[in-house]
């Protein structure tokens, strides 16, 4: 039955060859549409070609400084056709290539990107502001053979041949100027003129697309790899039945190409539905209200999709309601969206009326899990839950047969990832004993059936016996007035048992009135729950995707002057973590 149904969605794409085997599991391994032939970049740019929406938008592009550029689905498909004739003839003498696009939400990525689509060429994007090691790690793991970078400084190069992570040969920088300042010529992919079709490479459903990173929140990235055809159906699905995206829609979702929303959200599944999608090269921009106002009018975005992160800032920056006449839709991304910062989401968007789409995701399901949808309104889904999942037929459910309950799915869906490149051993740890696919967070049901996610499972905070996600304290203590964010993490303590400390930011440079903080805390969950530290800092520990890392603030506070030896390749802003070390050690040791 549940086969049936994605049998059935089948038809969402455009084949060359439909496929008869949906469905098939062997060496623990899902092959979804294996024998079909199909064809990404086709299902975007090509059919709204045939649909006759050649001269709509496709991509509103903001570069860094704000300067704006667009294109056509017409233009893209040439830009793309050129730059897969580049990419063949600077491949050629490669027999299977695997392409890193080391870049951030540009024109040039998503180029690159719908270009290696068209070929049929494996490829991952990294994060542009990723350090040379991550780069390295990330590179060997996919035994990548090809890097197409934007421009990267002069060292970074350098080190990149002496460490034979790339032949020269096999890099090639783009560039919307021609900078020749490392020996190689760098390429614009605006200026490359081939005029000719290239011809989609039709390859089967069940074939690998692209690989992408986790993005390291607990200090393990993880290269996930979506199958083409299985990850193009579910994302294009998740696209129309939660945010009702259609041809007539603008949608700008602030998330980098270097995550899954980036893929998801802001390129393949608004193009596979004839959308227009707005890209920022530095989503931090939008803090700036005048310019956002800008993006909302000029581009007559219908859907606009943050980041958690962004939101929260927001609220502490912006003065002035936003109004646009277009705007339809908000939804919210990556982490648990506090009430109190949904209400003013919506409010200061002028939407109260409707439910956000606070969407839940993994990077290793390739789209939404679940969400409240465009039609909901806030009566239905309340501020801070993400509604439901598609269909119960995907089987989302609560396991509470351990201390904590885990959200898992029981039908895996087929944009959830095929493998994992760094091991099978991670791969398999996703599956139970009944074949149910983990999701390794907790959360709860609510009275309407909504799903409401209050954080990992190794994040709950568990105090004499009571077992409470870290988002629910933190969403409590965001209530409070002059608040800008919050951290709340589990600490075990062979003396006191478990315990929780609280990080927190100021809006303003004021100092915090602990005891506000410890009575709305008491309030609301009782005598037991009160923290053992309350810490004010300058900046939460964040991955470059805005996420708070929690491990890093346990690791620091349980083992102050230690080196933290997981992976911190993913870390926004690591100068924070000196402060936070000294404020903890002066803390807990001063007598
Ligand atoms: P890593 O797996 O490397 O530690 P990560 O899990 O942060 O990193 P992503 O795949 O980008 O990498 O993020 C998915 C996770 O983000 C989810 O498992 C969940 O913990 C959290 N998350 C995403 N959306 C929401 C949401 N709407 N509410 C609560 N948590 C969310
Ligand atoms: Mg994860």
């Given at each position: 039955m549940f086969v049936k149904y994605w049998e059935n969605k089948k038809n969402l794409v455009i084949w060359k060859r439909k496929p008869k085997k949906i469905y098939s599991f062997r060496a623990r391994k899902h092959y979804w549409y294996e024998d079909g032939l199909i064809n990404a970049s086709y299902n975007c740019l090509d059919i709204n070609i045939n649909l006759g929406l050649g001269d709509k938008v496709a991509i509103y592009y903001f570069d860094k400084n704000k300067k704006l550029q667009f294109l056509t689905y017409k233009e893209l498909l040439k830009l793309v056709s050129n730059c897969s004739f580049y990419l063949k003839e600077r491949m050629k003498n490669i027999k299977k290539p695997k392409i890193i696009i080391y870049g951030s939400a540009s024109l040039e990525t998503s180029i690159a990107m719908l270009s290696c689509a068209r070929m049929g060429i494996h490829f991952s994007v990294i994060f542009q502001d990723l350090s040379y090691d991550a780069v390295k790690i990330r590179s060997k793991l996919l035994d990548a053979n090809f890097l197409i970078s934007r421009c990267i400084e002069k060292k970074f190069y350098e080190k990149i041949l002496k460490d034979k992570i790339f032949k020269k040969e096999n890099i090639i920088l783009s560039s919307f100027t021609k900078l020749n300042v490392l020996g190689i010529n760098s390429t614009n992919f605006l200026e490359l003129k081939y005029n000719k079709f290239f011809k989609p490479k039709f390859i089967k459903g069940s074939n690998d697309f692209f690989t992408l990173f986790t993005s390291g929140s607990t200090g393990h990235p993880k290269g996930v790899t979506h199958s083409l055809a299985g990850y193009l159906i579910y994302n294009k699905l998740t696209c129309i039945k939660k945010f009702g995206i259609s041809k007539h829609s603008v949608i700008f979702t602030a998330s980098d190409a270097g995550w899954i929303n980036g893929h998801s959200y802001a390129l393949f599944g608004p193009l596979s539905l004839g959308a227009s999608t707005v890209i920022l090269e530095?989503?931090?921009?939008?803090?700036d209200q005048q310019f956002l106002k800008f993006i909302l009018k000029t581009c007559k975005v219908t859907i606009l999709y943050l980041p958690v992160t962004l939101i929260r800032l927001m609220k502490t920056i912006f003065t002035k309601k936003i109004k646009s006449k277009y705007l339809k839709v908000i939804g919210s991304m990556g982490e648990p969206l506090a009430f109190s910062v949904g209400k003013w989401f919506a409010k200061n968007f002028e939407l109260s009326n409707k439910a956000i789409i606070n969407t839940y995701f993994q990077t290793e399901t390739g789209g939404i899990i679940s969400s409240a949808n465009y039609k909901n309104t806030s009566l239905q889904v309340k501020h801070g839950s993400s509604g439901k999942a598609l269909n119960n037929q995907l089987g989302l459910f609560l396991d509470k047969s351990n201390n904590t309950p885990e959200f898992k799915i029981k039908n895996p869906w087929p944009g959830c990832m095929s493998s994992i490149i760094n091991s099978k051993e991670i791969f398999d740890s996703y599956y139970d004993e009944n074949n149910n696919f983990k999701l390794f967070d907790t959360g709860y049901f609510d009275k309407k059936n909504n799903i409401n996610v209050t954080g990992r499972i190794d994040d709950v905070i568990n105090i004499r016996g009571h077992r409470i996600g870290s988002s629910e304290f933190e969403s409590i203590i965001l209530s409070n007035n002059g608040i800008k964010e919050a951290c709340a993490i589990s600490i075990d303590s062979k003396l006191e048992g478990s315990m929780f400390v609280v990080f927190l930011v100021s809006k303003s440079k004021k100092k915090i009135n602990k005891d506000n903080i410890i009575k709305s805390i008491i309030l609301n969950?009782?005598?037991?729950?009160?923290?053992?530290n309350i810490f004010q800092i300058k900046e939460l520990p964040k991955t470059r995707?805005?996420?708070?890392?929690r491990r890093l603030l346990r690791f620091i506070y349980t083992n102050p002057g230690q080196k933290y030896t997981n992976d911190l390749s993913t870390i926004l802003n690591p100068n924070v973590v000196s402060e936070i070390k000294k404020k903890v050690f002066h803390e807990k040791f001063r007598g």
């Amino acid at each position: 039955m549940f086969v049936k149904y994605w049998e059935n969605k089948k038809n969402l794409v455009i084949w060359k060859r439909k496929p008869k085997k949906i469905y098939s599991f062997r060496a623990r391994k899902h092959y979804w549409y294996e024998d079909g032939l199909i064809n990404a970049s086709y299902n975007c740019l090509d059919i709204n070609i045939n649909l006759g929406l050649g001269d709509k938008v496709a991509i509103y592009y903001f570069d860094k400084n704000k300067k704006l550029q667009f294109l056509t689905y017409k233009e893209l498909l040439k830009l793309v056709s050129n730059c897969s004739f580049y990419l063949k003839e600077r491949m050629k003498n490669i027999k299977k290539p695997k392409i890193i696009i080391y870049g951030s939400a540009s024109l040039e990525t998503s180029i690159a990107m719908l270009s290696c689509a068209r070929m049929g060429i494996h490829f991952s994007v990294i994060f542009q502001d990723l350090s040379y090691d991550a780069v390295k790690i990330r590179s060997k793991l996919l035994d990548a053979n090809f890097l197409i970078s934007r421009c990267i400084e002069k060292k970074f190069y350098e080190k990149i041949l002496k460490d034979k992570i790339f032949k020269k040969e096999n890099i090639i920088l783009s560039s919307f100027t021609k900078l020749n300042v490392l020996g190689i010529n760098s390429t614009n992919f605006l200026e490359l003129k081939y005029n000719k079709f290239f011809k989609p490479k039709f390859i089967k459903g069940s074939n690998d697309f692209f690989t992408l990173f986790t993005s390291g929140s607990t200090g393990h990235p993880k290269g996930v790899t979506h199958s083409l055809a299985g990850y193009l159906i579910y994302n294009k699905l998740t696209c129309i039945k939660k945010f009702g995206i259609s041809k007539h829609s603008v949608i700008f979702t602030a998330s980098d190409a270097g995550w899954i929303n980036g893929h998801s959200y802001a390129l393949f599944g608004p193009l596979s539905l004839g959308a227009s999608t707005v890209i920022l090269e530095v989503p931090y921009l939008i803090l700036d209200q005048q310019f956002l106002k800008f993006i909302l009018k000029t581009c007559k975005v219908t859907i606009l999709y943050l980041p958690v992160t962004l939101i929260r800032l927001m609220k502490t920056i912006f003065t002035k309601k936003i109004k646009s006449k277009y705007l339809k839709v908000i939804g919210s991304m990556g982490e648990p969206l506090a009430f109190s910062v949904g209400k003013w989401f919506a409010k200061n968007f002028e939407l109260s009326n409707k439910a956000i789409i606070n969407t839940y995701f993994q990077t290793e399901t390739g789209g939404i899990i679940s969400s409240a949808n465009y039609k909901n309104t806030s009566l239905q889904v309340k501020h801070g839950s993400s509604g439901k999942a598609l269909n119960n037929q995907l089987g989302l459910f609560l396991d509470k047969s351990n201390n904590t309950p885990e959200f898992k799915i029981k039908n895996p869906w087929p944009g959830c990832m095929s493998s994992i490149i760094n091991s099978k051993e991670i791969f398999d740890s996703y599956y139970d004993e009944n074949n149910n696919f983990k999701l390794f967070d907790t959360g709860y049901f609510d009275k309407k059936n909504n799903i409401n996610v209050t954080g990992r499972i190794d994040d709950v905070i568990n105090i004499r016996g009571h077992r409470i996600g870290s988002s629910e304290f933190e969403s409590i203590i965001l209530s409070n007035n002059g608040i800008k964010e919050a951290c709340a993490i589990s600490i075990d303590s062979k003396l006191e048992g478990s315990m929780f400390v609280v990080f927190l930011v100021s809006k303003s440079k004021k100092k915090i009135n602990k005891d506000n903080i410890i009575k709305s805390i008491i309030l609301n969950f009782g005598n037991f729950a009160v923290p053992k530290n309350i810490f004010q800092i300058k900046e939460l520990p964040k991955t470059r995707s805005g996420k708070i890392l929690r491990r890093l603030l346990r690791f620091i506070y349980t083992n102050p002057g230690q080196k933290y030896t997981n992976d911190l390749s993913t870390i926004l802003n690591p100068n924070v973590v000196s402060e936070i070390k000294k404020k903890v050690f002066h803390e807990k040791f001063r007598g």
